[in-house]
Every structure is written in structure tokens, then in C-alpha cells.
């Protein structure tokens, strides 16, 4: 979806001035109540508010924007002597209690947190915001909290959707946000085996920057690119859009340097493949600092390429489309990038902004974006292949340039999200994968779960679904809702994802593909990986991290429970 022209209503800041400290600690990028920053807002077009008001009883009249100056956080409730002593370890100027700061680390970007900002509710968030910048001051940390009972919430770039950097306390009187910002250097770059350490603070496009004075990129570009850290990258397991060629980040990740209450430690520095026991980066990837900090990824990188080949095809149908990247992943011929879109999301990409919500002229069908970049030779030689594979599956080839606008306006999907939130309209994400065999029966139960929860809540719900990594044995499953609010709408949303929540583990899929757990999974985790798995996973968090403090109330249930009922 895109936006028109009509301008975004303003939002009080004038409480957010920093005044309370002398800190110089930088604020994220992002606004605390946005995806992204003012400026980058996406109006909603005329067009967009006529569909929202007469299909789903929207008010688009009724402005439900943030007024900074009304939200009320928690107090801080650390002592005045703990302040002082952590300052002792990273340096007065590192550490900050004011207002604005902890407002910017209290909530990720999924539509729960932003709705909460806009409930008028009481926001928790962290303590204090402590900015170290080596990994003894990290350690120092963790040690100093580990003693005091102090929780601890690793923060990067703020992008969590599952509620990854809520600033939970659990059993602990206080809770401070750690932010990695400081670790923001690219070292020990060695192009001939193809590999960089990268600070755990740098955001995708600054890594992508500094690697390209060297000729080279990573090439994970998920759609919290823009925002998104390496260190988060790593520890949520997350998986970019050019995955069918370069493959997930945890498939690039060689090292890490993992700083934990019990010391500091680098799985994965010995060689390219080891048969010396299971694989401890395993146990770091995934877990979202909930048994130690990363502040340094070592990556596999890649020559920037020679060129890049675009071409978008129209399948019948989405179960016709979905056998033809079938076919494509398991007889690899290499595309950097392959993703296919249901009838309705179909519609909406092939539509311009302006127009979206009016009668559309596009082909009938599901959309397919392929891209493919290298060298001259290669790119082409994988493009025909490919090419010719899908038009065999049933293709019709509608030439580059949905391929080309698709690559243009990745990124903006969240930023119109604002705008529909601030509307009155629901719009969230979620995302499943499950194998080629049982997609079918999992894109219907999840579809029948979201329209049966949102429509008994008293809105029509829009269900647009795409598969944007494929496996030889499978797929994802990314889905977006549009729907109206109700008068309560953290529990209208809350309602519809423990009911599509509970369709995915019923119907074959995994309860995370890519978002990672945070605290939205965390009460599906049992039966994802079993009772047994969960006991492993306390038994790391007991060894690395034996007073609890890193990140609680994520990734690991606190009981033996399934699922809600």
C-alpha cells in the first residue's frame, strides 16, 4: 500500500525535551510512537479513506494520534546510589533516567505497542538507559545487575514486532535498557575468504555503507532494514528479502562475541564447519538476549554485484504460483529473490498509490517478483532459467517493472501503517512457514481465524497473504491484516492473534518464522518445542545467566503451560 498527499495531523513534543540529565546519550532514529520518523509519513489518499469508511465503518475523521505531552510512564524506580555506581562503569555522560530517552526504548514498533501509546494507559518503561562501549563495561553491567537484582533488556534498533524490548522487570524491583549504539565499527574485514566483523550496534544500512568502501555487501535486507541492528539481526534469527539468494542472517553468521554474567565467550571462531559438539552459536541466534549480549557478529560478505536482473510474472492462481517457486527452489536456479502474492495483495502491489481502494486495471492473478544480481554472465544465465521454469509452471511474464516498483517502496509498508493506525484502522503483520504439502491447508486456517476473530469484534477484515522465503522442503507464510478498530482495540488485536495463533500451531505451522518470540510467542513456545525443549532452554539460561536478569519474560515460558485456551 502507498499513501496520497493529504498531511499527517502534528504531534505534541514539547514533554520530550531532554532536561532531567547531562547525559549524551543519542535518541534511536525512530519516533517512540512511530515505525519510522515524521518525515517519512505516508498519508492516507482519498482513495484509501473512502475503502477504510465504507467497507470497515472507519471514522478516518477521528484523529488518533499521540499527544507526547499526555502519556504516562512508570517512575524510575532506581536508587539515586545505583545510578551513581553504574555511571562508575560507563561514564556519567552514558547513562540517562530522562523522560524522553526511556520513552524511546519502552516499546518496539508491532501495532500492540503502538496502540498502546495511543490508549491513554500507563506505559512502563526502562529505569534508566546506559550506553556502554566495550564489552568489560557490558560485563561490568551484567555482573553489577546480576548483585543488585536489577533486570536487564538489550536494545538495538527498537524494531521488535513481538514485543522483544518491552522493558518486562519480572521478579525484579528495577529494569534498565542497554544500548549497543557504541558498538558501531566494521573490523578485521578479509575479502578473501569473504568475512567482516561488524559492530552488534550498526544498522543495516551503515553496515552496508561501510563494507562497500571495501567492495562488498551483506545483502540482508529485511524490511527493518532501514532501522534494524546487526546484533538484532543475529539474535531474532532474521531472514531478509534477498533470501533465496544469500540465505537467512543466522545462515551468514560465522562468530559472535557474547557478553554474559558469567563471562564472555565466541562461538563459531574456529573454522568454517566443526564437528567439535553441537553448534553454540545455535544457542545465541534466536534468543534475543535473553543469555547474553552480542556486541560484534563476524559475517559472511559478498562482492557487490556487476548488475541486477528484474522480471515480474502473473500466476492463475496462488496454489499454481506456489508449485512454480516450488519447482524453482528445488531444482536452484538462483534467484536472489522470489516471492509470490495472493489475488488481493496481488491487486494492491499492481495498483498505484493514488488509486488504491478504485476499480483496478491490473492482470488478474497472483504476482511474482523475481530478482537476480552478480556478475553479467551469471545474473543472466540464472535469470533464463528461472524464466523459463516459471513460464513452463503456468507464468506470464509482465515484464520488469513491478519487479523494479516492489524494490522501490519495500521498506514503506510499515511507515503507511502509521497513518492507518492513526486513522482508526487495525493494520498488523504475521508471518508462519510450514512445508510445500500443508501450505494450502495453513494459508486457509490462518485466513478463517483472522476474518472469524475480527468480524465477531464488528469489522470486515482485508487478508493479504505472500510467500517471501522459500526452502526445498517449504515456505513462509507473511500475511497483513487491515481491519477497523473497535472501541478497545489492544484487545480486539490481542483476541485475533491468540486465535490465529493457536490455528498455526493446530494447522502444521511454526509459531515464528522470522519476527523471533519476544513476549507475543513466548506462551506458544512449549508446544513448538516441547516440554523437554523449554527445560534445555532453562538449563542455558541457568548456566550463562543464573539470576535471570537478561531480558525476562521472553523467549522461555515460565511454567511447563501449552498454549492460552
Known amino acids: 500500500m502507498d499513501g496520497g498527499a493529504a498531511e499527517r495531523p502534528s504531534r505534541t513534543i514539547e514533554a520530550m525535551t531532554s532536561t532531567s540529565d547531562n547525559s549524551s546519550v543519542a535518541l534511536p532514529p525512530m519516533r517512540f510512537d512511530l515505525w519510522g520518523t515524521a518525515d517519512e509519513a505516508k498519508p492516507l489518499s482519498d482513495s484509501i479513506k473512502k475503502l477504510l469508511s465504507q467497507a470497515m465503518g472507519v471514522d478516518t475523521d477521528k484523529d488518533h494520534t499521540v499527544d507526547a505531552a499526555s502519556v504516562t510512564l512508570t517512575e524510575p524506580r532506581l536508587s539515586e546510589s545505583a545510578v551513581q555506581d553504574l555511571e562508575r562503569i560507563v561514564g556519567a555522560k552514558n547513562v540517562s533516567q530522562d523522560r524522553e530517552q526511556r520513552m524511546a526504548r519502552a516499546r518496539g514498533k508491532s501495532s500492540l505497542d503502538l496502540l498502546e501509546w495511543r490508549s491513554g494507559d500507563v506505559v512502563s518503561a ?49 529494569v534498565i535498557s542497554v544500548d549497543l549504539r557504541r558498538f558501531d565499527a566494521i573490523e578485521d574485514v578479509d575479502p578473501v575468504s ?37 546484533g538484532g539481526f543475529a539474535v531474532t534469527r532474521s531472514a531478509g528479502q534477498n533470501s533465496a539468494g544469500y540465505g537467512r542472517f543466522d545462515d551468514m553468521v560465522r562468530e559472535l562475541t557474547v557478553v554474559t554474567p558469567k563471562g564472555v565467550f565466541h562461538p563459531g571462531k574456529q573454522s568454517p564447519a566443526s564437528a567439535a559438539g553441537p553448534d553454540l552459536k545455535e544457542i545465541v541466534m534466536g534468543s534475543e538476549g535473553a543469555f547474553g549480549i ?74 511474482c517478483i523475481t530478482v537476480f544480481e552478480g556478475t553479467y554472465e551469471h545474473a543472466e544465465s540464472r535469470h533464463k532459467e528461472t524464466r523459463e521454469l516459471l513460464l513452463a509452471s503456468g507464468g506470464t511474464s509482465v515484464g520488469e517493472g513491478p519487479a523494479r516498483k516492489w524494490e522501490e517502496g519495500r521498506f514503506g509498508a510499515p511507515v503507511l501503517r502509521d497513518s492507518l493506525l492513526d486513522a482508526g484502522a487495525l493494520c498488523e ?33 482485508l487478508v493479504m497473504c505472500h510467500i517471501s522465503h522459500v526452502y526445498a522442503t517449504g515456505c513462509s507464510l507473511y500475511f497483513t491484516i487491515v481491519a477497523g478498530q473497535d472501541d478497545q482495540p489492544l484487545a480486539q488485536w490481542r483476541a485475533a492473534k491468540q486465535a490465529v495463533s493457536k490455528a498455526i500451531e493446530a494447522n502444521g505451522g511454526t509459531i515464528t518464522h522470522h519476527h523471533a518470540v519476544g513476549t507475543d510467542h513466548m506462551p506458544y513456545m512449549t508446544d513448538e518445542i516441547e516440554p523437554l525443549g523449554v527445560e534445555i532452554l532453562r538449563g542455558i539460561k541457568r548456566t550463562l545467566d543464573p539470576a535471570g536478569i537478561l531480558n525476562p519474560g521472553k523467549l522461555i515460558p515460565a511454567g511447563a503451560e501449552s498454549n492460552p485456551s
Open 429 to 461: 503483520t504475521l508471518e508462519t512457514a510450514t512445508d510445500w504439502a500443508n501450505a494450502p491447508r495453513l494459508k486457509k486456517a490462518v485466513g478463517d481465524a483472522l476474518a472469524t476473530s475480527l468480524n465477531d469484534s464488528g469489522t470486515m477484515a
Open 294 to 367: 552480542a556486541t560484534r557478529v563476524r559475517v559472511h560478505v559478498h562482492p557487490i554485484p556487476q548488475v541486477k536482473r528484474y522480471e515480474a510474472f502473473v500466476f492463475p492462481s496462488f496454489g499454481v504460483g506456489a508449485d512454480a517457486l516450488r519447482a524453482v527452489e528445488q531444482q536452484g536456479t538462483g534467484p536472489t529473490v522470489i516471492r509470490l502474492s495472493d489475488e488481493i495483495e496481488s491487486a494492491i502491489n499492481f495498483t498505484s498509490s493514488d488509486a488504491i481502494g478504485e476499480k483496478s486495471q491490473a492482470p488478474q492473478g497472483c504476482l
Open 194 to 230: 569473504g568475512l567482516a566483523t561488524l559492530g552488534a550496534g550498526l544498522s543495516g544500512p551503515h553496515a552496508e555503507f561501510l563494507l562497500a568502501e571495501h567492495g562488498l555487501q551483506l545483502g540482508h535486507f529485511p524490511q527493518s532494514f532501514p532501522y534494524a541492528t546487526i
Open 126 to 174: 526502562p529505569d534508566a538507559v546506559l550506553v556502554p562501549g566495550t564489552e568489560d563495561e557490558v560485563l561490568a553491567i551484567l555482573e553489577y545487575c546480576s548483585e543488585h537484582e536489577i533486570a536487564v533488556v538489550p536494545f538495538g534498533g527498537g524494531t521488535s514486532v513481538v514485543g522483544g524490548v518491552n522493558p518486562v522487570s519480572g521478579e525484579f524491583d528495577a
